[in-house]
């Protein structure tokens, strides 16, 4: 939000919290002495709607973009942009002739390895006979024994190709992840694609499953939980929605000083959303965002430390703060303030000690 529109809006808070209490207003500085006549308002306690907002795309949380394992040509599409499919579902198929004969020559091939293993266990049988009556030297009941351990490696061998023949072949078959909705078809029956670099086929979503990637200011941050439960509104349409924040990441953009939140979508007024809708979400005015709050304005900063200025016995006196911003308006203040004390909300070239007089509302 523009800092122009951010500041009048907490100043007129400031304000307001300000009437009322002209009879805590400081004491007149001593006779001769010229003094500057400021404005000054109690700290906010909390949040204006809107002062605590970040935006973000409502995105599907699950999206898939299908491509072949291998090279080859495309056989059928089965789906349209727009359709509903289901998990599992065949989305679209390759040419599978080259695969299909593997497959058959990979059984075939297993056949004879497992014949070749009932004949070596024969032998090794026969074999384990005539050594046990010591008709059969040492040395050819090894070799025989050797050949049995070879034959059961090659049908295991044989089988592993079947295995692998079989899964080029159901690879060859596209089929959806999840649930969801078609939402882009790349290419078509007779179209070539290559698995070196992926050509995509055909893009997924689940568009019942929403969520919105929000982008946090750094100030705001510390006020976002995870489960926490706020109000959004999509732009354009209006359309009001409750949202749950279900991660608030670890590491701060050091370009834009925001946090990724990702918060999950309740239900929402009137027609379903759709990804690619910008969403505001507010997490100004709640309870759990109490705090104090003064204009940016009022807030001095110098080599690291902050501080704001407050009348005692008719002078600016200088207090310590640490001041969190929450944009360019807003200021959070953390130690050295509580609701109660009047701060002087247009400093400029003020000091320490200098003799003030707040300005009568």
């Known amino acids: ?36 006549a400021v404005k000054v308002g109690k700290p906010a306690t909390r949040l204006e709607t809107g002062l605590a907002r ?4 409502i995105r599907a949380r699950e999206e898939a973009v299908l491509a072949a394992k291998g090279s080859g040509q495309i056989k059928r599409v089965m ?8 998990a599992g579902q065949a989305l679209a198929e390759m040419d599978n002739a080259m695969q299909a004969i593997a497959v058959e020559s990979a059984r075939a091939l297993v056949k004879v390895a497992e014949a070749n293993l009932a004949s070596a266990e024969r032998e090794l049988k026969r074999g384990q006979a005539l050594s046990d009556q010591q008709v059969l030297a040492d ?18 061998q044989a089988r592993a190709s079947l295995k692998m023949a079989e899964q080029q072949l159901a690879d060859s078959l596209l089929v959806s992840p999840f649930a969801g909705v078609v939402t882009g078809k790349f290419r078509n029956a007779g179209d070539s694609v290559t698995a070196m670099p992926l ?14 990637r929000l982008s946090v200011p750094e100030g705001v941050e510390p006020f976002v939980k995870v489960g926490q439960k706020v109000a959004g509104v999509t732009t354009p349409g209006a359309q009001k929605i409750e949202v749950q924040v279900r991660v608030k990441n670890a590491v701060i953009d050091p370009a834009s000083r925001t946090i990724e939140v990702l918060v999950d979508l309740g239900k929402v007024e009137g027609a379903p959303l759709r990804p690619g809708t910008l969403l505001n979400v507010d997490f100004g005015g709640f309870g759990d965002k109490d705090g104090l709050y003064v204009p ?24 310590t703060i ?12 953390e130690g050295g303030l509580d609701a109660g004390t009047a701060v002087i909300l247009d ?4 000091m320490a000690g200098d003799a003030v007089v707040p300005l009568a509302d």
């Open 54 to 57: 970040a935006s973000g795309p």
């Open 79 to 86: 789906v349209q942009v727009g359709d509903r499919v289901r």
């Open 199 to 212: 050509t995509p086929i055909i893009s997924v979503a689940d568009v019942d499953h929403l969520e919105a």
């Open 322 to 333: 640490k001041a969190v911003q929450i944009n360019p308006g807003t200021v959070a203040v």
């Open 1 to 36: 939000m523009p800092a122009h529109r951010i500041a009048p809006a907490l100043l007129a808070t400031l304000a307001l919290a300000a009437c009322g209490h002209k009879a805590d207003k400081a004491s007149l500085p001593e006779a001769g002495t010229a003094a500057r």
């Open 139 to 156: 040395a050819g009941f090894d070799r025989v024994k050797t050949g049995a351990e070879l034959a059961a490696a090659q049908a295991d």
């Open 347 to 350: 400093p400029g070239t003020l």
């Open 296 to 319: 940016a304005g009022a807030v001095r900063t110098e080599g690291g430390a902050s501080w704001v200025f407050v009348i005692v016995g008719g002078k600016a006196e200088k207090r």
